[in-house]
Structures are given as structure tokens and as C-alpha cells.
């Protein structure tokens, strides 16, 4: 099945406390994406890839990093995280990152205490 | 830059028929995605216009004005599990990555 997949589906955490979210997709796109959702903002971009290797800041790049060593996976990566990254975390992929729809992973839903 | 509006809440009854509307202000609108959202799950593909004109899909339907910068989501025969944020999103520009979200609309369907 076609599908984006991300993990883990809730944490909790602390403050500086490392962490990795990851996000595989088995649809050999090329583009990939990180979003957080935040009540009354909408979905604002933090980093996207458009392929191996190139990655990019979106909107709401700092406190993330991100990396894109092979193309199915897109790990999202808080090396000192703060309560301010509560929030809901969706990766998302589509073929080429031009004019297409994006699948989107479940979320991941995070938590720093 | 892009600034995409939307109703924060609607309700609608069970049965009847809702329309959701969108509207934004960009240079270069290069296409109009609506999402589908239930809470605390992905977005999900609903539909997508690039041309002026209405684009029907079962209960769904999307309508486009690019000279008003003005689109709609109509949901027709209205079910409980339609109860969800929909999600505006524009693309501008010819380039990769330029895809803007709106806040979204949440809405309820009562019986």
C-alpha cells in the first residue's frame, strides 16, 4: 500500500532533551516535507527536500533540523527541543514537489515538558 | 506573498448541504487544493482546480474564480463522519515548494 509513515504517533518529552521523528515513504516521490499544525495557524512548512541530499528551509525552520541521505526516508530532528515545539508534526511527500497533492503521514503528536 | 482566508467554524445539519469558502490574494496562482482533516489525523486530498469553473466529485464539489480570487467547497447530502476541518491551499508561482495552507474550517454536523 502507497503510504507515508511516521513515527512514533505521540511523545512526551523534556526540555533539551534529543529527539528524531521519522518519515518513510514507499512511493519513490522525490519531494518531502515537514509541517506543524498549531491551533489557529494552520499547517506552516519547517524544512522540504526536493530530493537526495537537497534540503531547505520552509517557514518555521529554527529549533529543526532535517536530513535526506536516501529518498524514501525524511527524519525531523529537535537536537535541544523547547515547550514552544508542542505541537502536531506531519510529514508529507508528493512526486515531484511541483504542481501535485501531497500525502501526508498520521502525525505525530509531541509534547516537551 | 499569499493570504488565503477562511471561516474559522461553520455547523451544518445532517442531510442538508454546506458551503465552505476560500478566499486569498497571490501573485502568480498557479492552482487551489482542498484538504480534508478529521482531528488528530493527516490531511487528505479532496480536490483541485486550476481553471475557473466547478469541478465535481460524488457529494464534493469545488468551485474556482481566479479573476476573485474566491473559491468554494460544496458538500451536499451532509453525513456525520463529513464533520472535519477543510483545509484551503494555494499554489503559487511555477516553481517546486509553493504550496500555502490556509487556517482552515472546522465544521460540525448535527443531526
Known amino acids: 500500500e502507497a503510504q507515508v509513515t511516521q513515527n512514533p504517533r505521540y511523545l512526551i518529552t523534556v526540555t533539551g532533551k534529543k529527539l528524531t521523528v521519522t518519515c518513510s515513504q514507499n512511493?519513490?516521490?522525490?519531494?518531502m516535507s515537514w509541517y506543524r499544525q498549531d491551533p489557529g495557524l494552520g499547517l506552516r512548512q519547517i524544512y522540504y527536500s526536493m530530493n537526495v541530499e537537497v534540503t531547505d528551509k520552509g517557514d518555521v525552520p529554527e529549533g529543526y533540523k532535517v536530513s535526506r541521505k536516501e529518498k524514501r526516508n525524511f527524519p525531523l530532528i529537535l537536537e535541544s527541543p523547547s515547550p514552544n515545539q508542542t505541537s502536531l508534526y506531519f510529514c508529507?511527500?508528493?512526486?515531484?514537489?511541483?504542481?501535485?497533492?501531497?500525502?501526508f503521514g498520521s502525525g505525530t503528536q509531541l509534547s516537551v515538558l | 506573498g499569499q493570504n488565503i482566508d477562511q471561516p474559522t467554524e461553520m455547523t451544518a445539519t445532517e442531510g442538508a448541504i454546506v458551503q465552505i469558502n476560500c478566499t486569498y490574494q497571490t501573485s502568480g496562482f498557479n492552482g487551489l487544493f482542498w484538504y480534508q482533516q478529521h482531528a488528530g489525523e493527516a490531511p487528505t486530498f479532496l480536490s483541485y482546480n486550476v481553471l475557473d469553473g466547478l469541478e465535481e466529485k460524488g457529494r464534493f464539489s469545488s468551485f474556482l474564480s481566479r479573476s476573485k480570487g474566491y473559491s468554494y467547497l460544496l458538500l451536499k447530502e451532509l453525513q456525520m463522519k463529513d464533520s472535519a476541518s477543510y483545509l484551503c491551499?494555494?499554489?503559487?508561482?511555477?516553481?517546486?515548494?509553493?504550496?500555502?495552507f490556509g487556517t482552515g474550517t472546522r465544521l460540525t454536523v448535527i443531526p
Open positions: 491551499a494555494v499554489r503559487e508561482g511555477q516553481g517546486a515548494n509553493n504550496l500555502f
Open positions: 512511493m519513490n516521490h522525490e519531494y
Open positions: 508529507a511527500s508528493s512526486p515531484t514537489g511541483f504542481n501535485e497533492k501531497l500525502f
